[in-house]
């Protein structure tokens, strides 16, 4: 195969590609190049945090599976609520494929979430409120992921023009294929479910005071494996930390984004997104 091709897929990337069945009129079969010819890398988007979040009260309903998942006592709580990008800055994409075949293989990556029916990625983000003066830090209800192309990142046209290729999340039994294309950005826009953070003890947390703090977001975090729970990607730089997926460098996955929580915020809201409606969409 001559050099100037462009770079394909691996094997694994190939069959899964090529078992992907796009539904149009007339059921056609699309071949889908995974390129993992270099090794992806991920970055959260401060730019898009810093300008997506918004302090405000809300009710929250017992049948929401963000709320039985995040155990927030159904009724009206003071939340913030944030926005979370996650782009692919390296050379290569990030091919997760079907969640369905990761349980069968019991490789570690997803869980099933009895409530949304679906599976939910392992250690891809994690959420933090942290107050700077006292280091305390809250968790959001955030608790699945599923990775796709949603937005275009960097220059456009460029050495990045190239089309989206994952947008399926699969459920049980319903095949899926997930991943992020390099130049592409995953997103959890603010009004999905879980991506909040719930301020007056609600959520079984302590009570978050009126005052500033720090929203911190860190994309295919770090974590100690635990109970026989696989290492698929160990930390060069910090021996015993793993990740779930590889990356060029896991030194770049951490956003910070500074924020005011007032003692009011009302239903309006006090933030960027003040106004907003308060409309909330499904889970991703």
């Not at 069945?21 to 699309?30: E, F, Q, T």
């Not at 930390?241 to 924020?259: A, D, G, K, R, W």
């Amino acid at each position: 195969m001559s050099a100037s091709v462009p770079r394909f897929r691996t094997v694994l990337g190939w069959l899964l590609a090529a078992w992907l069945v796009v539904p149009a009129a007339a059921h056609a079969v699309k071949t889908i190049e995974v390129d993992q010819d270099g090794t992806p890398d991920l970055i959260v988007d401060q730019a898009l945090l810093r300008q997506h979040w918004i302090v405000r009260v809300e009710d929250f309903d017992a049948t929401a599976c963000d709320v039985q998942e995040g155990s927030v006592t159904p009724g009206e709580h003071p939340i913030v609520r944030f926005s979370v990008g996650t782009p692919n800055i390296g050379d290569a994409d990030i091919f997760v494929g079907d969640p369905n075949v990761h349980i069968a293989a019991n490789d570690g990556l997803y869980e099933l979430a009895t409530c949304h029916h679906h599976y939910h990625f392992r250690h891809y983000a994690l959420y933090e409120l942290i107050d700077p003066s006292s280091g305390q830090v809250w968790r959001a209800a955030k608790r699945g992921f599923c990775m796709l192309d949603l937005e275009k990142y960097g220059d456009y046209p460029g050495p990045n023009n190239n089309d989206y290729k994952f947008r399926s999340c699969g459920a049980v039994g319903v095949p899926g294929f997930q991943g992020i294309s390099k130049g592409w950005s995953d997103v959890y826009w603010w009004k999905l479910q879980g991506q909040y953070f719930v301020l007056d003890g609600g959520d079984g947390q302590a009570v978050v005071p009126p005052g500033e703090y720090i929203i911190r977001i860190t994309v295919n975090p770090g974590y100690v494996p635990q109970g026989g729970e696989p290492c698929r990607n160990a930390d060069p730089l910090h021996p015993g930390v793993c990740h779930q997926l590889p990356e060029s460098s896991y030194e770049n996955n951490v956003t910070e984004v500074h924020i005011t929580i007032p003692d009011h915020p009302g239903r309006e809201g006090v933030g960027p997104l003040k106004d907003e409606a308060s409309n909330v969409k499904g889970d991703k």
